[in-house]
């Protein structure tokens, strides 16, 4: 510190380097880069984001327990499988993650910083993107050594994959934000089993009936599955009708995660 007098004899401090928040883009970088640190040193989180997809992979691939159809049982498994990572990252795992931060009172002092609400939302969401990039890499070497063989455009499965990733971090961090941590824990583990039966992921949705088809097909899993589907097996250019799907569910679970968030 240096002080520099003024003509009237008063003494005016000088703080240097200047005291202040730094730029809103370098928190939320130095954020995102902490939480992708706690997210890949978590060995429960790791079982539920790479284990698990991928033991479902290689298990309902090398035996037909389900009748997906004609075709290699991997070329049906592998685009819902992806969709299954999106699912057990952008929302059980995170969903989880956060709600114990909050109990714990990391929140509370995340509140007091200069970090706004909706840039920690934006660096856990970074953090999970990070995460996604390396699922994708071992779930598409383990699918093509299965015989998988991908079709369509990239472009579109990157749109699918990022909508679904803000969709289900908008839900994940809503329920993280708002339930005790205990009741996120038990609540997100029961919609990932439920998701993982019934959104499309390993038994297709014309095996259930009409009337749950009619639901089933506009919950974001079953639009993520189904249009990772229709590109990667179909060869299809963009399925506008799961893309709207997810764009719906990412603006209300973002929205509302925004808006009702609690630090505490």
């Excluded at 003494?11 to 883009?25: D, E, K, Q, V």
């Excluded at 953090?127 to 063989?149: H, P, Y």
């Excluded at 961090?173 to 919609?191: D, S």
Aim: charged share 10%; net charge positive; hydrophobic share 55%.
């Amino acid at each position: 510190m240096t002080a520099v007098e003024t003509g009237a004899g008063a003494a005016t401090g000088t703080f240097a380097p200047r005291p202040g928040a730094a730029p809103l883009p370098r928190m939320i970088r130095a954020q995102a880069a902490l939480e992708t640190r706690m997210l890949l040193r978590n060995g429960e989180q790791l079982l539920l984001t790479v284990i698990i997809p991928t033991l479902l992979l290689v298990l309902f691939s090398a035996v037909r327990i389900i009748d997906t159809g004609a075709g290699r049982s991997v070329d049906f498994l592998a685009p819902g499988i992806l969709g299954l990572a999106v699912l057990s990252t952008a929302f059980t795992g995170q969903a989880i993650a956060t709600g114990f931060e909050r109990r714990y009172g990391v929140l509370k002092r995340l509140a007091a910083s200069p970090l706004p609400r909706w840039g920690l939302m934006t660096a856990k969401t970074c953090a999970v993107l990070v995460t996604e990039v390396l699922q994708v890499v071992l779930l598409t070497a383990v699918a093509l050594a299965l015989g998988w063989s991908p079709h369509g455009n990239p472009v579109s499965v990157v749109l699918l994959l990022l909508l679904g990733t803000a969709a289900f971090s908008g839900l994940g961090l809503l329920m993280a934000g708002t339930l005790k941590a205990e009741a996120t824990l038990a609540a997100a583990n029961l919609v990932f089993l439920l998701l993982l039966v019934g959104g499309g992921v390993i038994v297709p949705l014309d095996k259930f009936p009409a009337g749950a088809r009619e639901v089933l097909q506009f919950l974001p899993i079953s639009a993520l599955s189904d249009g990772l589907r229709e590109v990667l097996q179909h060869g299809a250019a963009l399925p506008w009708a799961d893309l709207g799907i997810l764009a719906v569910w990412a603006v209300l679970g973002l929205g509302a995660a925004a808006r009702f968030f609690r630090w505490e």
